[in-house]
């Protein structure tokens, strides 16, 4: 059980961070594949912000990886968190 919780949330964590550092590093390559206009004021300021949030989902589920029965509180901090974010948005 303990290599599949490490698999899955190894692979979370991978992809969480990976959308972060893409969006940051890469904006001026990505932003008109995904059809995004360039952030400026406080779209700046709020992208920022979910990218900060999407990091520390992904360092949340690097420390569940890393000892799923240590950091077995962040799994459903991670749920809540999530479906907040689609709550929001909808």
Known sequence: MLTHAR?????AALFN????????LLGP?????????EATG???????LGLMLIATFGFAYLCVA??????RLYIPLGVMGKSLVVIAIY
């Open 7 to 11: 698999w899955l949330f190894g692979l």
């Open 42 to 48: 406080s779209n700046l300021a709020l992208r920022d």
């Open 29 to 37: 390559w990505l932003n008109p594949l995904l059809q995004l206009n």
């Open 17 to 24: 961070l990976s959308v972060v550092l893409g969006l940051l």
């Open 66 to 71: 890393h000892s799923p029965t240590k950091f």
